[in-house]
């Protein structure tokens, strides 16, 4: 079964729960972009997707790319839904206009995105870099670079890579060895070998461009030494440039995508913004680039669910307990969707899905905010948003993918287990999600130690109280999520004064703060969507239960095993105070 | 990295923990087995593990099984490292003498199988069926048969497999339609399809002895109609047989073992045990099996963490935050062990390895006891901890076998997701386990539907009982388990009378009961295993603390899970009769 994009449930996050049609047309650029526009847009969306990406998928896996003499051949199907993809004008949906773009909100684009990856996240894994690239040189590039590179990329005619990790520097980049040497015509020579690169090499466009993160002469130690170079698989007068994959890797999953080892023999190149700032150059699109990986987990969540939900509607064994259940007639044996294992795991999944989608929209929609409010306060309170949600969806939404996804393959039995259903390729691709663009650990070390406790917490205050002000007290469940935002706000200040006696506790309670954090976002998210009717759905309806008595749960968990580390911590200071007094 | 077993490790859980030498000592068949003779199998099953089984392990998942016109052609090594398994006398260690066996307790067969399973689990497959054929067979078998099979089969001269499920029959073998056709020489005719047999067809022996479950003429409808049915590959006389593989799956992971789909065409078979008593002569055997299972998880567990923490102490990255820690010498970045979210993995996959070892040998000893003991109370006591404990280790420990092997992943970053660290294969191969022998789920109603609500806890709660007064209440570690197994007889309380009311609330809390029940009892092995001095060693003292701190908190998760949704119940039915009044 191929993944089916519904447009429907989308729709009801995004313009009942959200209200994104009035927030988008108060932003200038989208003044002309009406309900009507973005459902036209999310369904040829959807019928691009199921028709043309999706069917590729199986054999993006079993046959995966192959590997001959420096060169990759794409699976079977995906030139052809690549080209198709570029015809569509899918790739520049959110580009600029005057970079051959279509400019339309990036909360469309991210939808686009979770649906490509559940339906095939190998395929999907060579645009899925365009946009990263695209923003890097819009905001650093010189005006030639600009000239010759934005549009070819923007289109999607050219792709793109970003050549950051070395054997020896994965989540260190400051260990990176890539040299650059200036030479006289102001282009640079670039030495040295990446791995881990998707789409280093390929034949789905005729060239390839590799934004290099490298170390000019006499740069310092450290990630303060490293620059940003373009390095172009064709030259401007094309010919070959000094580029070259050597291997590419053979992996647990996403078959669809090569992995390559690139090597770089003086290979020219220029530099891109800044010498010595290049990982600043790269930041411009880091909080994009990790809400796309976290719609990744919840468009491949949603591909496990969708299979799961459609074999327990067909699949029958043993008699449910409790009542008969009407779908019953004549058979011996129920519906396994009637027992209550199965309906625990669909029904857990799908509050997640939906739960998560309320949130990672929200943020799209706050990078179009940040990108286009005219009110610098608004654009403020936007970026803020931007910087502490998106590294718990990164780490949360990819957690559950993988895990979601299994709990999805178990629906299925011994035929979860073998390939004939598809379901084990989505947990074999899901798995990579929680490593690349940084690691779950990382991600909430980047939440805690670098973005809550350096202000106090005073910004991450900020933002639940916001998320407080849309709460109506009078209902129980809005005075329910208030309760636990006032909790997490005070975790907040604990492990503040807690970090100045042991340094080290944040780093070991970070994983579940990142969790406290995702699971009072997500009865916040729930309580909307219940507020706004969610609830007319039986779907839903289930769901919201479901998150209330098996996901919420762990609220509790996190919360104590936190509270405990910086409780024994003041105990055991206490205890060393008495010893020296 | 290749598994490397660790007696030393499992001779401080059996012998101090467990006080295993003077247990088995007390049964007349173990008079002789003392430490030293325990010893000294486990150091030479260590090696042969180490040295013969390891090594090809990588080639069985990268080569897999190949299937050709209906024959099966093992991994490159397979045979070879089979035959040498045969040759050692493995497969018999436990099986009686007068079967050709070596009369040795199960819990060293268990030890021996955990580190197969860790070592190589595509091969360990293989003969790990032989040990329920051979005790099916010596229990229900006819004399004739045993003559013929029993001695074969004990000491892996000939292969076994179980043939239970069908295309439609999965976890509800009360579908089987395969028939078998009685003959005036009192044989049986077999036919019809079977899937998902382990070991269909190879060539590790020249034998193949099926036991399937099948339909005589007239048989009832559901799983009281089931009769087991022996069919060998080759019948006496030495003719080939009409049971034939149609293919073998392509599969998640275990690409070492092929999962067949087999073909009876008017096989000859001969009757085990009575007409319509198939599940019942199957059942025999269930316990080994399940706890078997559960090994397999612990050893992939173990397996994971052996790759994890070794690449761990070599490989660095970054600055780990407080104290320089002696390890960093004059390196620029510090090992990843040093870092908290790694060492917390790797404590934490080390307290579930610990802590469920000593509760899965603690259960192969109450297999010997219940086989051997001269007091039919202790033989009892023995058989009712092995009810109640199996399925809850089978659940849990393939449950962590595969979540803690991706957690083992994660350390190496992105070098986890690619083969060549053989990590990965752990993750996939460890996913069966969840579903094979029962699938986590049914364990779990097993457990609360099946073996603890009958009685309304009683067994349950003598188990318990009997944990308690191991116990010494003057030790904090020791009060604090007594308070969680009281919290658990309890709760088994509080669902009992739930149930009455709602019969479908016990399937409901099922797997939740399951963990509750798992944690309290591994809170009663850490404390057993601090009580014995375990703490002596380092890596043990961090497991315990991270046993503390991120495992347990999820009993009181579990506990108030289950009992809320007692309580909602009585709530709700509080309502209705209020509203009845």
Known sequence: MDYRPRPEDVRFLLNVVLDAPARLRALAPFAEVDEALQSQVLEEAARFVGEVVAPVNREGDEVGCRFDKGEVISPPGFRAAYQAFVDGGWPALSAATEDGGQGLPSVLEAVLYEWLSAANHGLTMAPGLLHGAYACLKHHGSDELKRRYLQKIATGEWLATMCLTEAHAGSDLGQVRTRAMPQADGSLRVSGSKIFISGGEHDLTPNIVHLVLCRLPDASAGPKGLSLVLVPKLLPDGTRNAVHCERIEEKMGLHGSPTCSMRFDDATGWLVGEAGRGLAAMFVMMNSARLHVALQGIGLLDAAWQK??????????????????????????????????????????????????????????????????????ARERALRWCSLVTPVLKAACTHQAFHGASECLQVFGGHGYVREWGIEQ???????????????????????????????????????????????????????????????????????????????????????????????????????????????DAGRTRAAAAFRRWVLPEFEMRLGIVKRACESLALSHAAAEGVAR
Not at 436 to 454: C, F, H, M, S, W
Not at 516 to 532: D, P
């Open 308 to 377: 799961a939900d459609a074999y327990a509607a067909e699949r029958r064994q043993m008699r449910a307990p409790g009542a008969v259940p009407a779908s019953r007639g004549t058979e011996a044996a129920d519906l396994i969707a009637e027992h209550p294992a199965i309906r625990r795991i669909l029904d857990t999944q799908r509050a997640w899905i939906d739960g998560a989608r309320t949130l990672a929209y929200r943020s799209a929609l706050m990078l179009d905010v940040a990108a286009h409010d005219a009110d610098p306060k």
């Open 426 to 536: 989505v947990v074999r691709d899901a798995r990579v999600t929680m490593i690349y663009e940084g690691t779950n650990e990382i991600q909430a070390i980047d939440l805690l130690v670098r973005k809550v406790l350096p202000d106090g917490g005073a910004a991450m205050s900020a933002v639940l109280l916001e998320l407080r002000d849309t709460l109506d007290a009078s209902r129980d469940a809005d005075a329910d999520v208030q309760r636990r935002l006032a909790q997490l706000r005070y975790l907040g200040t604990t492990i503040a004064m807690s970090a100045h006696a042991n340094p080290v506790l944040p780093y070991e309670v970070a994983d579940d703060y990142l969790r406290v954090v995702m699971l009072t976002m997500m009865a916040w998210a729930w309580a909307r969507i219940e507020a706004t009717g969610g609830t007319d």
